[in-house]
């Protein structure tokens, strides 16, 4: 009598259990990298893009300012028709606020990925207003740097302004960066 089984050994079926496991824990470890990529990749994104816009809206308040004024706890933007313009940098964020005869008209903030902080400091001998994003390292073995720099003349463009709305808007998308 001649008998014939189908199917694996135990050790077959051990064997092949141990290569799934191994396979399926490396494209776990995959995963995991992937997704802790996607989301360094997210925050330095995020970073860039609040950054570049305080830079751009800071430039744009400076060179439509009369003048630009530092204080303990903020800087100034102020133009002649009663308008201003305060940046308040409370840790990784900077707070802008618009003025308009004392009362606050806009408040806008800005989030800066941890570790980086930026600084606003005016030029005495000039009206010159700078803004300086920079990483501050919390741990041993990294140095601090500058991230980005702006020095921006005050009253550069504030006669266009002057123009009307509709040359303003023009103007403003002219204006070099």
Same mark, same amino acid.
């Given at each position: 009598?001649?008998?014939?089984?189908?199917?694996?050994?135990?050790?077959?079926?051990?064997?092949?259990?141990?290569?799934?496991?191994?396979?399926? &824990?490396?494209? @776990?470890?995959?995963?995991?990298? =992937?997704?802790?990529? +996607?989301? *360094?990749?997210?925050?330095?994104?995020?970073? !860039?893009?609040?950054?570049?816009?305080?830079?751009?809206?800071?430039?744009?308040?400076?060179?439509?300012?009369?003048?630009?004024?530092?204080?303990?706890?903020?800087?100034?933007?102020?133009?002649?028709?009663?308008?201003?313009?305060?940046?308040?940098?409370?840790?990784?964020?900077?707070?802008?606020?618009?003025?308009?005869? &004392?009362?606050? @008209?806009?408040?806008?903030?800005? =989030?800066?990925?941890? +570790?980086? *902080?930026?600084?606003?400091?005016?030029?005495? !001998?000039?009206?010159?207003?700078?803004?300086?994003?920079?990483?501050?390292?919390?741990?041993?073995?990294?140095?601090?740097?500058?991230?980005?720099?702006?020095?921006?003349?005050?009253?550069?463009?504030?006669?266009?302004?002057?123009?009307?709305?509709?040359?303003?808007?023009?103007?403003?998308?002219?204006?070099?960066?």
């Amino acid at each position: 009598m001649n008998r014939h089984h189908q199917g694996h050994t135990l050790i077959e079926l051990i064997v092949s259990m141990a290569a799934g496991s191994t396979l399926l &824990g490396l494209a @776990m470890g995959l995963v995991h990298q =992937t997704m802790t990529m +996607s989301n *360094v990749s997210s925050k330095r994104a995020s970073h !860039d893009r609040d950054s570049q816009r305080l830079v751009e809206q800071f430039r744009w308040d400076v060179h439509h300012s009369d003048d630009v004024r530092s204080t303990a706890e903020s800087f100034v933007v102020v133009r002649n028709d009663g308008h201003m313009v305060d940046y308040r940098s409370e840790g990784n964020d900077v707070i802008r606020r618009e003025h308009r005869d &004392g009362n606050t @008209m806009r408040r806008e903030s800005y =989030t800066l990925a941890e +570790s980086y *902080v930026a600084t606003f400091s005016k030029k005495q !001998d000039q009206q010159q207003a700078t803004l300086e994003i920079r990483f501050v390292p919390d741990q041993r073995g990294y140095s601090e740097r500058v991230d980005r720099q702006i020095t921006a003349s005050a009253g550069r463009y504030r006669r266009l302004v002057n123009l009307g709305d509709r040359e303003d808007a023009v103007t403003r998308a002219q204006e070099s960066p």
